[in-house]
């Protein structure tokens, strides 16, 4: 039987009316169609930056996801959410309640704000280089999944006898310090369903080190910009070994590689650069995933089309079942959170252990 | 002080005010749904008490709301975990979820009610907040509410990048620049206009930046406001249109109510602008007695033995783990100063505070407990459910209060006896809405949306009825 590839959609890009994008109807239709076809999950691009001129504005990415999530039952929801402006206690609750509103099926796809308009928008800082501002991507992340691991699964005892709602000595300190932020905890918000929602990167074989360290420390999924099928299996391979050094059990990362798309027959509207890039039908963009799954080694694709609304029903109703002709992909959900999708096990907090000597 | 902030393009002014009163009806009650908080009068070891984080609870309780016509639902908020002793209080039900994402949450699963989020000043940046909040604004189709909390110690700063920043004496003038920023950036996207630019400079904040969404339903979340100092009125006449209040007997209530309307007039604001919702518990039985049983049951079971001596410690500053909870109080001095407690709010004079309850426990005989339980009593409405409506009635036509914002001691469930027995007879009595009669909860307020244009102009001034 072939290995079954993993698929996902970035929904944020563009093609949306701009009235419409301003209204939770049109993400919850987007969602929704996403879901009918089984996808592992969407991405939703999000920044403080102004937006385009052309655009009708851009919601906060949680918010939409947050809003979509009780209509939604199995598909996994990942905004991307920035680390330079935003404080990381903040980061790490919201996403934590996306996972408790959703049931486990949050993600965060990390990213940093380089740009000066966020940053006199903020008003906090001067923008900085961006190596640094991946270095406290890589602090914000620690912090985050410290603060979902600070509370034990099994803190809350409700032991009416002890008068105790909770085992205190299931709460921890994380006590993270570094050069940008000092974080005391524990959470405010118990451990979430999916114990710590996965964490994405985005980035191509040219990234700096601070998103590879950010990749092979912490990152559960790697979105993988790669133009050519020799330079993805190269770049996979390196991921890998780089997580395997970091101390990683082996088959915690999954490598999904980026595939700009555009299935409506329109030119021009693709990024440039290191992207694998299609134009065409969704036939032959089956035949292509087959091809690159198989020469490149990796887990699956994340489709970036160049329209959403346009491209993504073709996804649904002509590609996935192209795909699943071939036995390459799911014909239904056979788990409930965004981790039963990828195959990733729920990971066992940080100070579990600890405790358990200890007691 | 030098502050001042220019949005490049014409100014708008703040639109008509809403008249909720018409043809002598009868002064309209507002309710809203505070779901259960991380203290003690939450109820947990009750075999009905359900999941405090789960989203089914919220769900649950929001729907509640709306089937009772509430007003809006309300989250509060804490930001560290509290401590005693220099452990986490263990006692009370602790662990909730950010306020803003389960609201946005809640917005799926209601269709009018109002959603309020308490979030804190001092820890957050207005263009990131301005922008969440007019996210919800938007997801909500207009049904967005912000609790302006100026919490600011070093306890709770321990947890944010710039740690304790905050004088205790700057809190209300973050707070205040805080909400100028954020209304200038709510404003500056007309609906079918271009962005502009917002240039802010003052003592908190310097700021250049460019909306990333256009004016929202209701263009300002609602502005609730919690604080009781003097500072914290006047930032209420000045800025709100909602206070929650601590004040929620007949007598401090009027007192309240007239003190802070009085303050409106000098920000040129009429006294139906600001909207006074004190905080409450209640407890229902289908006779007087019944009542007065359970609440006296539900008293005990807020009040174990250990939250007693916790409560006791709090204003002693000293550990009295060795006390009997079914004995006199201590005979030693409270510490002044003491940091023993954290995350509370502040214990005040602790000596006369002290001195006071002695006399009490004295005079009628109480053990540390049954003082505790006459102590930390929070107002209540205890009665049946014709009495309770008529209290609740009376209360907001003499002005003790334009409505509250109900506290149920369980989860999720604490409000469907409320729901079911009280509603119908406020309807009844015409001084509770019967079905919404507007989207936004600007709309149930009746408070204007500023600026007088945009999407819901037409229902947002319209009046009531
Ligand atoms: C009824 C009521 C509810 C409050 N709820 C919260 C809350 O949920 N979170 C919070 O951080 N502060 C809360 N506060 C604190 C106040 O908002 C305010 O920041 C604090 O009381 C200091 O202001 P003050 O000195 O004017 O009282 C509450 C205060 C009151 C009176």
Same mark, same amino acid.
């Given at each position: ?359 | ?127 990131? %907040? &301005? $922008?969440?909040?007019?996210?919800? *604004?938007? /997801? ?7 609790? =302006?909390?100026?919490? #600011? ?110 303050? %409106? &007039? $000098?920000?040129?604001?009429?006294? *139906?602008? /600001? ?7 209640? =407890?229902?039985?289908? #006779? ?111 002005? &003790? ?65």
């Amino acid at each position: 039987m072939p290995r079954e590839l993993h698929l996902s959609v970035e929904l944020g890009r563009a093609g949306h009316p701009s009235a419409a994008a301003l209204t939770a109807a049109h993400w919850t239709d987007l969602i929704g169609l996403a879901e009918q076809g089984a996808l592992d999950f969407v991405t939703l691009e999000d920044s403080l930056a102004p937006p385009p001129d052309d655009s009708g504005g851009r919601l906060d990415a949680v918010a939409v996801l947050a809003r979509v999530a009780p209509l939604t039952s199995r598909i996994g929801l990942v905004p991307t959410v920035t680390t330079t402006h935003t404080e990381p206690f903040h980061t790490s609750t919201a996403l934590a309640t996306l996972d408790f509103v959703s049931e486990g099926r949050a993600g965060w796809l990390v990213d940093v704000s380089a740009g000066e308009a966020e940053a006199r928008a903020v008003g906090r800082r001067e923008p900085a280089p961006t190596p640094e501002l991946w270095a406290e991507a890589v602090d914000a992340a620690e912090v985050a999944v410290r603060l979902w691991d600070s509370w034990e699964d099994d803190a809350e005892i409700r032991d009416a006898a002890t008068g105790r709602f909770i085992d205190r000595d299931r709460l921890h300190y994380i006590d993270f310090e570094g050069p940008h932020f000092s974080v005391r905890g524990p959470s405010i918000v118990p451990r979430p369903p999916q114990g710590r929602p996965p964490i994405a990167v985005a980035l191509d074989v040219h990234d700096s080190d601070g998103r590879w360290a950010l990749a092979a420390g912490h990152a559960d999924v790697v979105l993988l910009d790669a133009g050519e099928p020799a330079t993805a299996r190269l770049a996979r391979t390196a991921l890998q070994r780089r997580a395997a050094e970091a101390g990683r059990p082996p088959g915690t990362l999954r490598v999904l590689l980026r595939v700009a798309v555009d299935l409506g027959g329109r030119t021009g509207s693709l990024p440039p650069a290191d992207t694998a890039r299609f134009t065409g039908t969704a036939a032959d963009l089956a035949d292509l995933l087959a091809d690159r799954h198989t020469a490149t080694g990796v887990d699956g694709f994340h489709l970036r089309p160049a329209s959403t609304p346009a491209d993504l029903p073709t996804v649904v109703h002509d590609l996935v079942p192209a795909l699943r002709e071939r036995g390459l992909f799911r014909t239904a959900y056979t788990g409930t959170t965004l981790r039963d999708h990828l195959g990733l096990p729920r990971p066992a907090g940080r100070y579990a252990r600890q405790t358990e000597a200890a007691r | 002080m030098t502050r001042t902030t220019t949005t490049t393009g014409t100014r708008t002014t703040t639109g008509t005010r809403v008249t909720t009163t018409t043809g002598g009806r009868r002064k309209q009650i507002h309710l809203a749904a505070h779901f259960p908080g991380v203290n003690n009068t939450t109820v947990w070891q009750d075999p009905d008490s359900g999941s405090q984080i789960d989203f089914s609870s919220f769900r649950h309780l929001a729907r509640t709301a709306e089937r009772g016509r509430f007003d809006f639902f309300f989250l509060a908020e804490g930001l560290r975990l509290r401590e005693r002793k220099g452990l986490i209080h263990d006692l009370d039900v602790v662990g909730r979820p950010e306020s803003l994402t389960v609201l946005n949450a809640l917005a799926a699963v209601t269709e009018h009610l109002g959603l309020a989020a308490t979030v804190n000043a001092t820890f957050n940046e207005p263009y990131e %907040l &301005a $922008r969440r909040f007019a996210s919800l *604004d938007h /997801l909500s189709g207009g049904r967005a509410a912000w609790n =302006v909390v100026t919490t #600011s110690d070093t306890f709770t700063g321990a947890n944010f990048r710039r740690g304790g920043y905050l004088d205790r004496a700057d809190r209300y003038l973050r707070a205040e620049e805080f909400v100028e920023v954020a209304r200038a950036l709510w404003d500056s996207w007309p609906a079918d206009g271009a962005p502009r630019t917002v240039r802010h400079t003052g003592p908190q904040f310097g700021i250049t930046a460019r909306a990333t969404v256009p004016h929202s339903p209701q263009r300002h979340p609602v502005l609730i406001q919690a604080g009781d100092s003097d500072e914290g009125r006047e930032f209420a006449a000045r800025t709100a249109d909602v206070v929650f209040s601590r004040h929620g007997t007949l007598e401090a209530g009027r007192a309240f109510h007239a003190d802070v309307k009085r303050r %409106l &007039a $000098r920000y040129g604001r009429q006294p *139906d602008e /600001l909207k006074i919702m004190p905080g409450v518990t209640f =407890v229902l039985g289908d #006779s007087e007695a019944e009542a007065q049983e359970r609440a006296a049951h539900l008293r005990r079971q807020q009040v174990s033995p250990q939250t007693a001596i916790a409560f006791v410690e709090n204003v002693w500053g000293r550990d009295l783990s060795a006390y009997d909870p079914d004995g006199p109080l201590p005979d030693l001095d409270p510490v002044p100063d003491s940091d023993v407690v954290q995350g509370w709010a502040h214990a005040g004079d602790r000596f006369g505070i002290a001195a006071k309850w002695r006399a009490l426990a004295e005079e009628k005989h109480l053990s540390i407990r049954e003082l505790a339980i006459e102590q930390t009593a929070r107002q209540s409405f205890i009665g049946t459910p014709a009495t309770v409506a008529a209290t609740i009635d009376e209360y907001v036509q003499t002005d &003790a209060a334009d409505g509250f914002i109900l506290v149920p001691h369980l989860t999720p469930g604490g409000l469907d006896e409320f729901v079911d027995r009280v509603i119908p007879l406020l309807q009844e009595r015409g001084t509770f809405r019967t079905e919404y009669e507007g989207p936004t909860l600007r709309d149930h307020l009746g408070l204007a949306r500023p600026g007088g244009e945009g999407r819901h102009e037409r229902a947002a001034s319209t009046p009531a009825g």
